[in-house]
Structures are given as structure tokens and as C-alpha cells.
């Protein structure tokens, strides 16, 4: 079936601007995890959501920062008056099982955010 | 945070050789995956090993486990050009979400 998809691609926000990017997850998992990348480094945990509930939030870096999954499906990562170290890549995962690690977690292609 | 930190940083080997990347962690685990990200597939899971677990083989590649050292090693036997990405290791710590580490770099020159 169909993987885990990321929209937009690419963005890019001027300083200041509000963004919004979306993650399709594979049909019927049940965990979402949101990740941030920077260049050069490993993906580092933002959030993690159980269908609707937002279980973890402990790697958002600031209240500038927020998900959510309304329906259990889709998710959305929101970022307000992006800053320039927002930049990164933002990867959305899922995983059918609940809890963040006992099964693998698949991941999309990521959403690349430029903020200038 | 990190808490993997894969060795070396970067390595290049020629096509056929095999490629041997190591991670090490600092807090005990429930288990821990290797994951590939290249640009054409992104980030994909290779293999978990569960911490009572010492060795794992998928294909060309082998896992291995240590946890009295906190450390893993991944070795991909007749590498290939396609091998060519980033290779991570993420560990798992009670209900503690996925944390990876930097990342080694394999290049595989044809």
C-alpha cells in the first residue's frame, strides 16, 4: 500500500511567517511521530501521538511549536513566527503499534523548511 | 539529545568490500535499530535488535549487540553502489521516544 506522505516537499518562509505541514500516514496505524533534522545530524524526536492523543510533546523546542492528529489519521506540525533555526528537514513516521519503539517506524519524505 | 554516536563519521570502501559501522549509547535499552536515508528513499529501518538479543543477519547486512559495552555494530557484507547513504543507529529506553544518533556516511565507488 501506499507510504507515508509529507506535503509540501519544500517550503520556504520568510522570518516571521506561519507554516503549516502535513503528514499522511500509513492507513490504520495507529502511532505519529513528528521528527527535525538538521543538516548533517540525526532526526531528533518533536512528538509523538497514540490515534488522536498527543502522548509525548517533550522535544517541541518552543510554544512556537504544535501539532495535532484530530481524527487519529492525519497530522498536522504547525510553526509559528518561523525562525531562521527552524530551518530543517521535519519527518513524519508511523508505526501500527503503540508505543514509540517495539516495532519499526516507517517514515515519509520529509517536509525541507527554509526560513529567511 | 543523541544518545547513539555511530564510528566513523564517514567511510569509503570500493564495490565488493564490506563495510563495518559502529554506534555506541550511553543509557541501558530496550532495543535498538539501524536505519538507512539516502535521498532517493529517505529514512529507512533495516533491522532491530532487542537488547537480549547478540546477533541479527537480514541479507547482506549483520547486527550485532553488545550490551555490557553499549555497543552495536552493523556490517553489510559485498557492498554495492546502491549502499551508498547514511547509516543511523536509534536506541529505544523504556517508553522513551526513538533517539538517534548522527549517522555514518558510507560511500561505495563502483
Known amino acids: 500500500g501506499a507510504g507515508v506522505s509529507q506535503s509540501p516537499r519544500y517550503k520556504v518562509a520568510k522570518r516571521g511567517q506561519d507554516v503549516a505541514l502535513r503528514c499522511d500516514p500509513i492507513s490504520g496505524h495507529v502511532s505519529l511521530f513528528w521528527y527535525q533534522q538538521a543538516l548533517g545530524q540525526g532526526p531528533e524526536f518533536l512528538t509523538y501521538f497514540q490515534n488522536e492523543a498527543q502522548l509525548d510533546k517533550s522535544g517541541l523546542p518552543s510554544d512556537r511549536f504544535f501539532a495535532e492528529r484530530p481524527e487519529g489519521s492525519v497530522s498536522t506540525l504547525k510553526i509559528q513566527r518561523t525562525q531562521q533555526e527552524d530551518s530543517a528537514v521535519y519527518l513524519c513516521a508511523s508505526s501500527r503499534a503503540e508505543g514509540p519503539g517495539s516495532y519499526e517506524q516507517y517514515f515519509g519524505p520529509g517536509t525541507r523548511l527554509t526560513v529567511t | 539529545s543523541q544518545q547513539g554516536e555511530e564510528d566513523p563519521q564517514a567511510l569509503s570502501i570500493q564495490e565488493g568490500e564490506n563495510a563495518t559501522m559502529n554506534c555506541s549509547y550511553k543509557?541501558?535499552?530496550?532495543?535498538l535499530q539501524w536505519y538507512r536515508q539516502n535521498s532517493g528513499r529517505g529514512l529507512v529501518h533495516l533491522i532491530l535488535?532487542?537488547?537480549?538479543?547478540r546477533e541479527k543477519h537480514s541479507g547482506r547486512l549483520r547486527v550485532t549487540l553488545d550490551t555490557s559495552k553499549k555497543s552495536s555494530s552493523l556490517l553489510i557484507t559485498a557492498s554495492r553502489a546502491a549502499d551508498t547513504a547514511s547509516y543511523f543507529c536509534?536506541?529505544?529506553?523504556?517508553?522513551?521516544?526513538?533517539?538517534f544518533g548522527k549517522g555514518t556516511r558510507l560511500s561505495v565507488i563502483a
Open positions: 536509534a536506541t529505544i529506553s523504556g517508553n522513551t521516544p526513538l533517539v
Open positions: 535488535i532487542r537488547s537480549n538479543e
Open positions: 543509557t541501558s535499552i530496550n532495543n
